[in-house]
């Protein structure tokens, strides 16, 4: 925090050196350039624009984008309007103005006409504010996502394009200082890097984490779309372990939230238990399990066996006797794939109890969990104090450490944190347990451990358009998933027809209005 406020100081004293003169001969006090805040609101009225400005150049990402606007605003506010005044205040990330306020004398243009002068100039505004609006709410109320991956497979699916809101749960402010608009980690075509840390550019600083306030709290089995805690991708193409990313620039997932803050869980034989009951999920999700299946013949038709048993994903022969693996099996699908002429017999794919998983969180030795057998392990709610031990500290250590930022350490058999004895520690934030619907292939917090709240970006709401890549044609579309709602008891209704309906409505007004007008 005192580093981004010294940055920010630092900015403010380099703004007044550069541009008191300016706001002298505007008709202001030199001294005014100076204060910080206050300054804002005077260069606004300087560059003759309103007030509310301010809360784009505060807004992470959006001052991105009108910052550089004000570059230009302020040098036209002195009679520079060429292509070349524009062009130098840009790339001279606005230290241009140290030439207007030292080696020229400039003429303050009073009540300047801020309308486009040119079409070309019309042109450029408009796309300015346009990508200012799409990237308010792309930042703050909702933001397009793509499935792609089979984990929570029924209830979404590979080629599901989705709307997530952020206004749920509160939109997150970006945390990321300097980021490209409406991309994620990677900007598309030159793949690089889409935002900038202290690599790159030492002053830079991480923004402290901010939550607006949200509509809701995270319900247990909603599904939730956040950034993957262990992300370790350079960017969509590279992966290095020991590269940093801030939290808003790691991978999105979407995964189910099968246990909340203050849930106790356990998995047994596949199935999750909260606080010791069996949780029950919602009808729209369908669980799926991996089955060894073994043929009476040597063969399955692998095109008649995805079609016809709803097999969603891979499967094939594990050994010389053609016993398969099927994966992605939900219970309608197996009672089905049972009756199968060629089946002689089938059975779940599960891991016995005990059998250790070096890949299963805690990836503790002392910890013979698996997949199909976990915990149980009490997910941690804010406020919240529990005892630290030699034996839960594999569990809990990654909370302490990485996510609330404490030093922990096991010193002969004490638990030494922030360097001082203390076997009790209270939560900053909640956490969650994400696991997908597809139990025999999905990576989720049974591989990772636990999601904080920081990391949580939205709550997916909305289908807009979902493709099937293996389909052909206008079979690639999935016409009855388009504009259906994600979450909800009963099967999902499609409202594309709605959609359609809306749109010619919409141009039926629009022309009589044209009519009238004209």
Same mark, same amino acid.
């Given at each position: ?196 840390? $202290?690599? !790159? &550019? +030492?002053?830079?600083?991480? =923004?402290?984490?901010?939550? *607006?306030?949200?509509?809701? @709290?995270? %319900?247990? /089995? ?55 009951? $069996?949780? !029950? &999920? +919602?009808?729209?999700?369908? =669980?799926?399990?991996?089955? *060894?299946?073994?043929?009476? @013949?040597? %063969?399955? /038709? ?59 969180? +805690? ?156």
């Amino acid at each position: 925090m005192n580093d981004l406020l010294n940055l920010l100081l630092i900015i403010n004293f380099v703004h007044g050196i550069g541009t008191w003169k300016l706001y002298s001969l505007s008709g202001n006090k030199s001294w005014q350039s100076f204060i910080p805040v206050y300054n804002i609101f005077i260069l606004l009225k300087i560059i003759n624009r309103p007030w509310w400005w301010i809360f784009m150049i505060i807004l992470p990402v959006i001052n991105v984008i009108i910052i550089p606007v004000i570059w230009v605003e302020l040098s036209r506010s002195f009679k520079k309007n060429t292509y070349t005044d524009t062009f130098f205040s840009v790339i001279t990330l606005g230290t241009y103005n140290y030439y207007l306020n030292y080696f020229t004398k400039p003429e303050y243009v009073k009540s300047r006409d801020i309308n486009p002068k040119s079409s070309n100039g019309e042109w450029v505004s408009s796309i300015i504010f346009a990508v200012i609006a799409a990237t308010f709410v792309h930042t703050y109320f909702m933001q397009p996502y793509t499935i792609p991956t089979s984990s929570l497979e029924k209830s979404l699916l590979v080629g599901d394009f989705l709307f997530v809101s952020k206004f749920h749960y509160g939109a997150r402010v970006p945390m990321t200082t300097i980021a490209a608009p409406m991309v994620h980690d990677t900007i598309p075509i030159i793949k690089r890097k889409s935002y900038l840390n $202290k690599e !790159q &550019l +030492p002053i830079i600083t991480e =923004l402290p984490y901010l939550r *607006l306030p949200g509509l809701q @709290k995270i %319900k247990r /089995n909603e599904i939730v779309c956040f950034n993957w805690p262990v992300d370790t991708f350079k960017n969509m193409y590279f992966t290095d372990k020991y590269y940093y990313k801030p939290i808003d620039k790691k991978t999105n997932y979407v995964k189910r939230a099968v246990g909340i803050a203050g849930d106790t869980l356990e998995v047994i034989n596949g199935y999750v238990y909260i606080n010791g009951e $069996k949780n !029950q &999920l +919602p009808e729209r999700a369908k =669980l799926q399990f991996s089955y *060894l299946v073994q043929p009476k @013949k040597n %063969k399955f /038709n692998r095109k008649v066996m995805i079609n016809n048993y709803d097999i969603t994903d891979r499967f094939g022969p594990i050994n010389n006797n053609y016993t398969y693996k099927f994966m992605g099996i939900s219970d309608k699908s197996l009672d089905k794939l049972k009756n199968h002429t060629n089946v002689q017999w089938i059975k779940k794919d599960t891991t016995p109890k005990g059998i250790k998983d070096s890949s299963v969180f +805690p990836h503790n030795k002392n910890y013979n969990w698996n997949n199909d057998f976990f915990g149980p392990v009490y997910i941690p709610k804010k406020d919240t104090t529990i005892e630290i031990t030699k034996e839960n500290y594999p569990i809990y250590r990654r909370i302490i450490e990485v996510y609330e930022q404490n030093s922990v350490k096991i010193v002969e058999n004490k638990i030494i944190i922030n360097d001082s004895e203390d076997n009790k520690y209270t939560f900053k934030q909640d956490y969650f347990w994400l696991m997908g619907d597809n139990r025999g292939n999905s990576q989720d917090s049974r591989s990772w451990g636990f999601v904080p709240f920081d990391h949580v970006v939205g709550k997916p709401v909305f289908k807009w358009l979902s493709i099937d890549y293996n389909a052909k044609g206008f079979n690639k579309i999935r016409w009855d998933r388009m504009f259906t709602t994600v979450h909800g008891e009963e099967a999902p209704t499609s409202y594309f027809l709605h959609f359609i309906g809306l749109i010619l409505l919409w141009n039926v007004i629009s022309y009589f209005r044209r009519n009238k007008q004209k």
